[in-house]
């Protein structure tokens, strides 16, 4: 399709992955004309629909649950009006080799109060105090995430005035609320649940939300913050959130953010590789393709991983020292397999084998305790896939049949973990294997469910690396550890969007607001670009 493309632009993105996209958005409905590029394709980045089976089966193949984006950004970009539709997800449903299960988050208190107390009594009781306690530091924290960090030891009268902002907005903690929040930000998951639950299998199925997505098992210091950021952090807007399928998957929030930009006069170029970042005299200039082609404009936004942004696609010598050696030391490392089927029919547990399509329609996990947990990390820590791998799974086509067939179903595995230098090479025969046990380990508390199984898709650390540009296979583009976290993500000094090069922003998941398909670090950058050129309504 013939776009009209011209040689200079107000403004360019490189990446058309959601976060890229919203940038666009915002810039587009200020009156600018950007242009997005995205090397793959597709537009959506990790979120994004695929159909690997042909066109009768639709997966999210790689981001799979949102929590609801903040209502700024949906009513900011006319989302709904785009195609944004979501339906909140079931209840969990965790099944027990010995034939326990527990079904939560029904929205029942009795019901949850009777399901933990035939685990224990003393967590049964102590559920509705953890989840308030939670709640009250989320309720302070949870907006910052709508907030650029402050550039914290910076002396300047502008930086002054963003800690003194910040500082303001944590009012609302107390010494007790303050010492919770800075033990939540530090602590293990594993830790935190033994201050308040007693059983192994609660604390497995809760321990699940602090090591989604990370290189650390329960016991690794910083997955309290971890589960925190899952639990209630990515709805941002101050409210705690639920989370939901898209109808037509993933890729359908992308695309309707995609049709958001455009309708406010942004262009999006598909298969087009940025190869080099142009810069002349400290400012940057432009991009150059690798086919050759070249666009200009005096505001670049790269929506990439660090990693490729500042070590490859730009000459080390425009950036700092001490900036490239922590751009080098960010740590990207992951474990992660996502796993995706087709099944013939739902799963029947033996443990509740007469659940409703309804009571299956949330996550569905393959998880046995807290030790679990714990024993595949360290598998892979030693270097081996885990023998008996964990899975975060849920059935969206229990809500949305738009995915697949009458009579079928689409199931998406979410596991951990495999060692994370799988990232370097394919390992395409291990991670069958590693698939293998996956599936056997749903078929031992569900008979048949290997039987039912009418595809499968694999991609593994290497594949998300190369196909989808997420260095290590890391789905929030660096960990989320303490110290990779709000004004030190990505790097000391450069957590307000900007970076060395002036004209150069970021706002990929590497970003404060990253994690999750939010569009937060989108949004902020699109508001710190339109603050610096004084064009912000």
């Known amino acids: 399709m013939d776009l009209n493309l011209k040689p200079t632009y107000d403004a360019i993105v490189i990446g058309g992955g959601h976060n890229g996209l919203v940038a666009a958005a915002y810039l587009a409905r200020a009156g600018l004309k950007p242009l997005v590029l995205e090397s793959r394709p597709v537009t959506g980045g990790a979120a994004t629909t695929e159909t690997p089976w042909g066109p009768d089966f639709k997966v999210t193949a790689l981001s799979y649950v949102m929590s609801l984006m903040p209502p700024t950004i949906l009513n900011d970009l006319r989302l709904p009006e785009h ?66 960090p402050p550039n914290v030891g910076s002396t300047r009268p502008r930086d ?60 690794e210091p910083g997955t309290a913050y971890v589960m925190m950021h899952h639990t209630i952090g990515d709805v941002g807007d101050g409210k705690m959130g639920s989370w939901g399928y898209p109808v037509g998957g993933m890729g359908a929030v992308s695309a309707a953010i995609r049709r958001s930009a455009e309708a406010f006069g942004a262009t999006v170029l598909t298969d087009a590789r940025v190869e080099r970042i142009l810069v002349a005299d400290g400012r940057v200039t432009g991009v150059a393709l690798r ?21 490859d696609q730009l000459d ?16 990207s490392r992951s474990g992660v397999v996502k796993i995706n089927v087709a099944l013939s029919e739902l799963p029947r547990f033996t443990a509740n084998p007469d659940l409703t399509p309804e009571q299956l329609s949330g996550s569905v996990e393959l998880c046995h305790s807290i030790e679990y947990l714990e024993q595949a990390f360290q598998d892979a820590r030693a270097g081996r896939a885990a023998t008996a791998p964990f899975s975060d799974s849920v059935i969206p086509s229990t809500l949305d049949r738009t995915l697949c067939p009458d009579g ?21 025969e291990e ?58 993500r990505p790097a000391p000094g450069f957590a307000d969007y900007t970076t060395p090069v002036k004209g150069l922003y970021q706002c990929s998941s590497a970003t404060h607001g990253g994690g999750g398909v939010t569009g937060i670090a989108g949004y902020l950058c699109g508001k710190r670009i339109l603050n610096d050129r004084k064009w912000w309504r």
């Open 83 to 148: 195609g944004y539709q979501v339906i909140p997800m079931g209840p969990s449903f965790v099944p027990f080799p010995d034939g326990r299960s527990l079904l939560t988050e029904t929205g029942d208190p009795a019901h949850e109060h009777a399901q933990l107390a035939s685990f224990s009594k003393k967590d049964a009781e102590n559920m509705p105090k953890y989840e308030a306690w939670l709640r009250g530091i989320g309720d302070v924290l949870s907006p910052l995430l709508m907030k650029t």
């Open 160 to 219: 002054l005035l963003a800690q003194l902002r910040l500082a303001w907005g944590m009012r609302g903690l107390s010494t007790r609320g303050t010492a919770d929040a800075v033990r939540l930000f530090t602590m293990s998951v594993a830790d935190l649940l033994d201050e308040w639950f007693e059983s192994p299998e609660v604390k497995g199925m809760m321990a699940i939300n602090g090591v989604i997505g990370t290189w650390a098992g329960p016991a």
């Open 291 to 311: 086919d050759g082609r070249e666009f200009r404009a005096g505001t670049v936004v790269a929506a990439t991983h660090p990693r490729i942004t500042f070590l």
């Open 316 to 331: 080390r010598a425009h950036l700092p020292a001490d900036f490239v050696a922590d751009i080098e030391r960010w740590r």
């Open 408 to 428: 079928t179903h689409i199931m998406s595995m979410f596991t951990q973990w495999v060692p994370h230098t799988w990232a370097d090479e394919p390992h395409t």
């Open 431 to 488: 991670l069958d294997a590693y698939a293998d046990r996956v599936i056997e380990g749903y078929d031992q508390l569900a008979p048949g469910f290997k039987a039912s199984v009418l595809h499968r898709q694999v991609i593994g650390p290497h594949q998300m690396a190369e196909e989808y540009g997420l260095v290590g296979g890391n789905i929030f583009h660096g960990e989320l550890s303490p110290d990779q976290l709000f004004h030190l």
